[in-house]
């Protein structure tokens, strides 16, 4: 098998775009794209007019163009979108989600992977999703399957039922999953290929697919009780960027309010290395030392988020990426890992950047409003029904869907404050914008070696070259 030393990270929501994934899988590494929310983004860079006709032009690749043509009737705007002006929402995801959502989340994520492969048949791209957003996970996969997806990368939770899935849908199969609903009961979601093509559904590739995992006893689980084939591991440490695993125990928090890890939080690798699937690590390992070190213990390579989330091509909103680059110049870019920030309940880790959510007094002003609602979970009303709630949503709300207050405090929208970091975000009443949230791991100040003479900023492939030269620690123990 022909693996890649370098992966670079799928980052939601839109960090990791196809520009990105295009460009180091152009260099033979493997770029992945982010499938995280890239429904809603697409529609909005279709309301903002298409620039240059981009998204219409990949999707007249797609094989199946009733589907493209009522996604752009739906949400493609010819003359784009006043700046003042509110984005049209996208339908949410719950247990039965519309048809048109399925199509859009289907279309946009076949898109992001054509445009990052961009008929390149060398090129190896992967398409990141979180296990903790179920239902989307089946249209999206299948849209990347569409566009023959090499890889898929899951983490954020246990996904097991992943390798199963990838080869139902591979030989056109209606593919289920299992999603939590409060209180310890489980559901089940079908997604049936044929029934959304409206006609018998082809066969295609099956992605190899890399478990992200931050345990030896997970990569041991995965690799004997999936529901098929698990391919490789990406492990990950407490340092990366985006969510953290919680720490093993109960939570202990340090003096500043961030989760403490301890020794039994570091992966054994010589336990992962053991299971003998492929693996690489990921967390502040983008250096040649960090690649030549993580080989050293047996793994092919490397998985790089934070180098990539600030480089040129990534899709952060410019304005952000140069307040990050500043701070980092003059050692200054601090990370919290924040306990309570993300509605899923994992750490998640906030760059403290003026003007953005890490800031107090800009948390304290948002008005909560939950309308792209990926982290909703589900509960059973007293009827019986099935409703979603986020415990970042207006707190009335959660309470009345019965879920408890103490769930609510110090919540972050992350869906409104990720897609508005990479330049998507929603006009509110009185043209108050929604503001960003950034994330990136511990090692964030370390960007500044990808800068070059005094430079502002760098790209994919100064972190690339800067991973890839030759160093001095030998490449086996
Ligand atoms: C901006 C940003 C967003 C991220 N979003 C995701 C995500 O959506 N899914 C995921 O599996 N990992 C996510 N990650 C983790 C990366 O894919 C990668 O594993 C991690 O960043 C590696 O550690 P490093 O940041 O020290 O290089 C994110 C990381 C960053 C910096």
């Not at 992967?126 to 399957?145: E, F, H, T, V």
């Not at 559901?187 to 992200?212: H, N, V």
């Not at 990569?219 to 990406?234: E, P, R, T």
């Amino acid at each position: 098998m022909n693996l890649p030393q370098i992966i670079q990270g799928g980052m939601g929501i839109a960090i990791s775009n196809w520009r990105l994934a295009r460009t180091v899988s152009e260099k033979g590494q493997l770029g992945v794209v982010s499938g995280t929310a890239i429904d809603s983004v697409h529609a909005r860079i279709l309301q903002d007019g298409d620039e240059g006709g981009l998204l219409r032009n990949v999707y007249k690749k797609f094989p199946f163009q009733d589907i493209a043509q009522r996604v752009i009737d739906r949400w493609f705007s010819p003359n784009g979108r006043a700046a003042d002006a509110p984005y049209k929402s996208i339908p949410l995801f719950s247990e039965k989600p519309s048809k048109s959502l399925l199509e859009l989340t289907a279309l946009s994520c076949f898109g992001e992977v054509a445009l990052a492969r961009n008929d390149n048949p060398k090129a190896s791209i992967g398409i990141n999703l979180l296990d903790k957003i179920r239902i989307p996970q089946l249209p999206s996969l299948y849209g990347a399957m569409l566009a023959g997806v090499d890889y898929v990368l899951m983490g954020a939770g246990i996904p097991r039922h992943v390798p199963g899935v990838l080869d139902k849908l591979a030989d056109g199969q209606p593919a289920t999953l299992k999603f939590e609903v409060a209180n310890g009961e489980e559901a089940e979601y079908t997604f049936d290929p044929s029934e959304f093509l409206g006609q018998p559904a082809p066969k295609l590739k099956r992605p190899k697919f890399l478990a992200i995992i931050t345990s030896a006893t997970l990569a041991i689980s995965l690799a004997k009780k999936s529901s098929g084939k698990v391919d490789g591991f990406v492990v990950e440490t407490a340092i990366a960027g985006g969510h953290n695993a919680p720490p093993r125990g109960p939570l202990q928090l340090d003096d500043q309010g961030q989760p403490i890890y301890g020794a039994r939080d570091v992966p054994e690798l010589d336990k992962i290395a053991a299971v003998g699937l492929p693996f690489w690590i990921a967390g502040g390992y983008a250096t040649a030392q960090g690649l030549a070190e993580a080989k050293a213990a047996g793994a092919v390579g490397i998985q790089v988020g934070t180098a990539f989330a600030c480089c040129e091509e990534s899709g952060m909103a410019a304005s952000l990426r140069k307040k990050i680059i500043s701070l980092a110049k003059v050692g200054a870019a601090k990370v919290f890992t924040d306990p309570f920030a993300s509605p899923t309940g994992f750490p998640f880790k906030v760059v403290q950047v003026p003007e953005t959510l890490s800031e107090k007094k800009v948390y304290e002003e948002r008005k909560r409003i939950c309308d792209l609602g990926y982290l909703r979970t589900a509960f059973r009303r007293e009827d019986g029904t099935m409703g979603w709630r986020c415990a970042s949503e207006p707190v009335e709300d959660y309470l009345r869907k019965g879920g408890k207050v103490e769930e609510t405090e110090k919540r972050m929208c992350l869906c409104n404050g990720l897609i508005a970091s990479a330049g998507f975000g929603q006009v509110r009443k009185n043209n108050i914008m929604e503001s960003m949230v950034a994330t990136a791991g511990d090692s964030l100040n370390d960007i500044v070696r990808f800068l070059k003479n005094g430079a502002d900023s760098y790209s994919a492939l100064d972190v690339l070259d800067s991973i890839l030269a030759p160093t001095e620690i030998p490449a086996t123990a």
